[in-house]
């Protein structure tokens, strides 16, 4: 299938933001290059670690015209906005894409390491990850919201549900920062496929059940519940996700844009004793504990 990549020069502090955009205009993908071999940004506390001057790159199908996108980028940065639009040549882009991803630090302990990199801590608590066509690199605030919820918590010994699991990228980060055991839940078989890869590349495949949510195990709860997912979603099954939490367990929920948090939360705070809302770009998490 033909692509064509949109590229839009950013900072790190607008890079995120960019990315949302992109992604918001119909990008199959976004990633993430240096754009004048700058060192590396050192973030505020809960960002991501980027360039000064960071080239987001946005890969479309080749039958989306450029026209208006590159006209929204100037109508938001101003017209001298830099970018380029490029055909790519017809080959396996979005695996391609995958090589484009930079170790990234989340929280305190946790860096997902994309595999085919090396790990630039070793003693941190490093994430193999090869996302396949899965959902979750950690680049996407929600899963980032995610990760530094984990990164704060105590899992030691705790057991835990991936509502939405994608790549894997929270269950496996729960577990090596010391969860037991987690269960991944995804309606998608190819994210079920690359959880169980990831997990494998971990050595964390025997603490890791994944399941069609058909097929997950009934009357199980958790001592922690996190799901990614959509709005929609979270609030329809809202009453199934509470109910895999144990009484005075932890729950967070993200994939909800900061206009849907209020609904969200008065929804959730049935069953939760509910946080205020932890934002990242224009995208929050919610979190709470059981009610007793
Ligand atoms: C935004 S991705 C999150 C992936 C990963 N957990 C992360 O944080 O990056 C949402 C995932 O939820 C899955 N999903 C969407 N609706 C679902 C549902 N009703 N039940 C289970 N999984 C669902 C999708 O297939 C997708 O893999």
């Not at 980027?50 to 987001?56: E, F, P, S």
């Not at 980060?173 to 969860?179: E, M, Q, S, V, W």
């Not at 994939?255 to 209020?262: H, R």
Request: with cysteine; hydrophobic share 40%.
């Amino acid at each position: 299938m033909p692509w064509i990549q949109i590229k839009i020069n950013a900072t790190a502090k607008t890079a995120n933001k960019v990315s949302n955009m992109l992604m918001g205009l119909g990008a199959q993908a976004v990633t993430y290059m240096d754009a004048q071999d700058t060192p590396v940004y050192e973030p505020l506390p809960g960002e991501t670690k980027l360039w000064g001057d960071t080239r987001c790159i946005g890969l479309f199908d080749a039958e989306v015209d450029p026209a208006p996108i590159v006209a929204f980028f100037q109508q938001h940065f101003g017209e001298d906005v830099p970018y380029q639009v490029e055909l790519l040549e017809d080959k396996d882009w979005v695996r391609e894409w995958m090589e484009h991803f930079q170790p990234m630090q989340f929280g305190e302990r946790l860096w997902i390491c994309p595999s085919w990199r090396d790990v630039p801590d070793p003693t941190a608590v490093n994430v193999l990850l090869d996302p396949g066509l899965a959902f979750g690199t950690g680049t996407h605030p929600t899963t980032a919201l995610c990760l530094q919820w984990l990164d704060s918590l105590d899992l030691k010994g705790k057991t835990l549900v991936d509502f939405g699991c994608g790549s894997g990228i929270l269950a496996i980060a729960a577990l090596k920062l010391g969860a037991e055991r987690v269960i991944g839940i995804d309606i998608d078989p190819q994210a079920i496929e690359a959880s169980r890869d990831n997990a494998q590349r971990n050595g964390v495949s025997d603490q890791l059940e994944l399941y069609l949510p058909e097929d997950q195990p009934k009357n199980f709860q958790a001592d922690i519940v996190v799901a990614n997912i959509l709005a929609g979603p979270l609030r329809e099954l809202s009453g199934l996700i509470s109910g895999l939490v144990k009484p005075h367990g932890l729950m967070a929920i993200s994939g909800i844009l900061e206009s849907q948090a209020p609904e969200l939360l008065e929804v959730y705070s049935q069953w939760f004793a509910m946080n205020p809302a932890t934002e990242r770009e224009e995208w929050c998490r919610l979190d709470g504990i059981k009610k007793g």
